[in-house]
């Protein structure tokens, strides 16, 4: 989909595959911010998390089966992980967009997605924070 693509369009194969993960999450979530009246649309259209499952689904597989082939992350099961993560990334658009969350919420979320994909904690919060950076350079 649109949307997916243009939310990890900019990685090539070299890149860590825990920076693909940690910024397609950052974005994916920062729509809240930045686009609040789309990401209003995607969280309120009819069979809306499906629509967003259907289209984030394709692109987040292919960023976690690279991040498995190359042993950076280590998982019991990818379906489970995906319904999890994109699961979890709708419902904190919906959240964020009801004013519940402060302004580092994307960041947090990265962070537990990368640690559920094996990273250690500390590992996590340096790969967000150095994504982040990045994204406001």
Do not use: C, M, Y
């Amino acid at each position: 989909s649109d949307l997916a693509s243009a939310i990890i369009s900019d990685v090539d194969q070299d890149t860590d595959p825990a920076e693909v993960v940690a910024r397609a999450n950052l974005r994916v979530i920062r729509l809240a911010r930045t686009e609040p009246d789309f990401a209003r649309l995607i969280v309120n259209i009819g069979h809306s998390e499906a629509l967003f499952g259907d289209a984030v689904h394709p692109h987040a597989r292919v960023a976690v089966e690279r991040g498995i082939a190359s042993g950076r992350f280590e998982i019991a099961d990818i379906e489970v992980l995906l319904t999890a993560v994109i699961g979890g990334a709708f419902a904190l658009i919906r959240e964020i967009l009801d004013g519940r969350h402060g302004p580092h919420a994307e960041q947090a979320f990265a962070r537990h997605v990368l640690a559920s994909l094996g990273l250690s904690p500390r590992e996590a919060k340096t790969v967000v924070a150095k994504v982040a950076k990045s994204e406001h350079d």
